[in-house]
């Protein structure tokens, strides 16, 4: 996505010209259930909501706020 046009039209451009780090998930029907738009890599509690909003979307848990 050289030219941030699937990154624009997903809210992930970045002000610099490179795209954020951006995570969605999407559940069995298609649906985009979960995004996190500034994923924090190097943040463990970014993978535990990460986690959940994958086990929600797969119907095991409740969905995160």
């Known amino acids: 996505d050289q030219d941030q046009h699937v990154a624009r039209v997903w809210g992930s451009a970045g002000d610099n010209g490179n795209n954020r780090r951006t995570v969605f998930v999407v559940d069995q029907r298609g649906k ?6 500034r994923f924090g890599a190097l943040d463990p509690k ?4 990460l986690k959940g909003a994958v086990q929600a ?3 095991t848990q409740a969905r995160p706020s």
Request: without cysteine; proline residues 0%.
């Open 32 to 37: 985009v259930t979960y995004t996190d738009r």
């Open 46 to 49: 970014a993978y535990e909501r």
């Open 57 to 59: 979307a797969k119907g």
